[in-house]
């Protein structure tokens, strides 16, 4: 009679003593787990933080430069419910957790899944090291240099295309030129060489800019919201709480920012189950010497070389070619943009370029005997085009931030001492496990101990004297971290640097850029990417106007 109260007493014993430990487990953790409470920064509002001012800001970049100004190259700011969010610029704190330990820094929920909304399941998502190692395994021999360097007909056949375009369209009779919106022209330029490049498909962008594809990143960017969206950061905030099983569903919410993403990928898909169908008919059909050239040939034949287990799923490569498409076309078109209105208001810099161009154009002809087209050899030997190249991406980044979370207690090195709240001076930083950590990347580019005195002008000649004294070795190029680092650096950075190169020298031959008689103020609108949008038209988009006018390029 007594044995069942006793045994239900036990239990009850048993359950109480199991709480009792796991709270004061809980207990110990929260007073002996690493901590950046000490690290300076900006007060903040508990609900709503202030990361939204970093992320939102007028100007990208602007609230970076003064918080690293005041509190150094590592600052706290506040994230949604109280979270403490951890702004990286220093290199040697960079270089550990992009480079030393990379797939112990992987990205954070919010921003993991918001790529996947537009991205799918692409390397842009791959969540694991182990699923990233799969996904780069197979795409890494589309991006060999052999195969990067055959890309370069197809590039300056666009880039000349589009110099065609201008002279006959636009500028026919308008011997003092015409203003033209630029970023738009070279957005579609860029998209009809990923299209050629990657998948051998004609976007026709260029032909007709009602293109699906072309107008459905357009609207991407163009219907970003000016203003932070409240409500939409609180609701992303919940997210790391939340099952990866049902995170995949949150695209389905009928909310305009997640839908605007959405329909982006989808129509990408669309195009792409064609196009990755016909590669893989091909790849099984015809000899690998005669197959075709393009990315999504050459990752097909790839995927199916490898074991099984490590292949790519036909899901997986359908999303790969959004991703390349994203990647490959708008932050390129942005960069270059960016990179004519810098000519734009320093002619001398742009006159300096022209000259280079024109020499070596009649060094090829001495060598050749005629007019023929531009070497890799040659873009690569004009050394003020590759520091032109250098410095955009240096001074203008378009992913000028990238999140990561620590997938483990870790101690974080720093290259300069930062001072604490309580006046100590430290030169590392422990880091817990899930501490979010944002990498400032417009920041570092600018860290005058390693870019100069001069690190907030925009001066090619400091990759051209030498005197760049980079103590450590960060970026995937010039050691800049415009194309991020390490295991998760951007595989795509030396197509994008052919690519540019290519384009570039054919406009500079081409025509002279101004800016127009309007002088309107360009801002660096942080909308996914730093997209340029001028002063008091923000309605019209994403738009960079430039002063175009056509000139004699015979040597």
Not at 329 to 352: D, G, I, M, V
Not at 482 to 496: L, Q
Request: charged letters at 25%; aromatic letters at 8%; one cysteine or more.
């Amino acid at each position: 009679m007594l044995s069942l109260p006793i045994a239900n007493l036990t239990a009850s014993n048993a359950s109480l003593a199991l709480l009792l430990l796991l709270a004061a487990y809980a207990a110990y953790r929260r007073l002996t787990r690493p901590s950046v409470k000490n690290i300076r920064g900006p007060e903040a509002p508990f609900w709503l933080g202030n990361d939204r001012d970093f992320i939102r800001q007028t100007n990208v970049g602007d609230l970076d430069f003064r918080c690293a100004q005041e509190y150094g190259n590592v600052w706290r700011m506040g994230g949604v419910f109280g979270r403490d969010i951890l702004l990286v610029a220093d290199p040697k704190a960079l270089q550990h957790i992009l480079q030393k330990s990379g797939y112990n820094y992987p990205k954070d929920i919010v921003s993991s899944h918001f790529v996947r909304l537009f991205a799918g399941d692409s390397i842009l998502y791959a969540p694991t090291g182990k699923e990233h190692v799969r996904h780069r395994k197979v795409m890494n021999p589309a991006f060999s240099a052999p195969q990067l360097r055959s890309f370069l007909p197809q590039f300056r056949d666009t880039a000349l295309k589009l110099c065609r375009l201008w002279k006959d369209q636009i500028l026919e009779g308008k011997v003092d030129g015409d203003i033209i919106p630029v970023n738009k022209w070279l957005a579609r330029t860029t998209l009809d060489i990923v299209g050629e490049t990657a998948y051998h498909f004609d976007f026709g962008a260029l032909d007709n800019s009602k293109n699906e594809v072309s107008e459905a990143y357009a609207r991407l960017f163009a219907e970003a919201p000016s203003e932070p969206v409240v409500w939409v950061d609180l609701f992303a905030a919940t997210w790391r709480w939340l099952p990866r099983w049902l995170l995949e569903l949150i695209e389905y919410i009928p909310v305009d920012a997640l839908q605007r993403l959405r329909r982006s990928r989808l129509v990408m898909n669309k195009v792409s189950t064609v196009l990755v169908d016909n590669a893989m008919e091909d790849a099984q059909t015809v000899e690998i010497e005669k197959g075709r050239k393009d990315v999504v040939s050459v990752l097909v034949r790839a995927n199916l070389s490898e074991n099984p287990s490590l292949q790519l799923s036909k899901h997986e490569m359908v999303s790969q070619m959004a991703a390349l498409t994203i990647a490959g076309h708008e932050t390129t078109a942005n960069t270059l943009s960016w990179l004519l209105w810098e000519l734009a208001k320093h002619p001398h810099l742009q006159e300096r370029l022209r000259g280079e161009i024109k020499q070596k154009r009649q060094e090829v002809i001495d060598r050749v005997g005629e007019r023929v087209d531009f070497s890799l050899e040659d873009l690569e030997s004009m050394t003020f085009l590759q520091a032109l190249l250098k410095e955009i991406l240096r001074f203008h980044p378009i992913i000028y931030q990238i999140v990561r979370e620590a997938g483990k207690d870790d101690i974080l090195p720093l290259s300069s001492p930062i001072t604490t709240t309580t006046g100590e001076a430290i030169n590392e930083v422990p880091i817990a496990k899930g501490q979010v950590i944002v990498i400032s990347i417009c920041t570092y580019n600018r860290i005058k101990s390693i870019w100069g005195e001069d690190a907030h002008e925009f001066n090619p000649s400091r990759f051209l004297d030498g005197k760049l004294e980079n103590e450590v070795k960060v970026g995937m190029y010039a050691n800049l971290m415009t194309f991020s680092a390490g295991m998760r650096g951007c595989i795509g950075w030396k197509f994008s640097l052919i690519e540019m190169q290519a384009i570039l020298v054919a406009l500079i031959e081409n025509f002279e850029f101004s800016l127009p008689p309007t002088n309107d103020e360009i801002l660096r609108r942080p909308i996914g990417a730093m997209s340029p949008m001028v002063e008091g038209r923000q309605n019209e988009g994403v738009l960079l106007p430039l002063m175009v006018r056509a000139i004699d390029n015979s040597v």
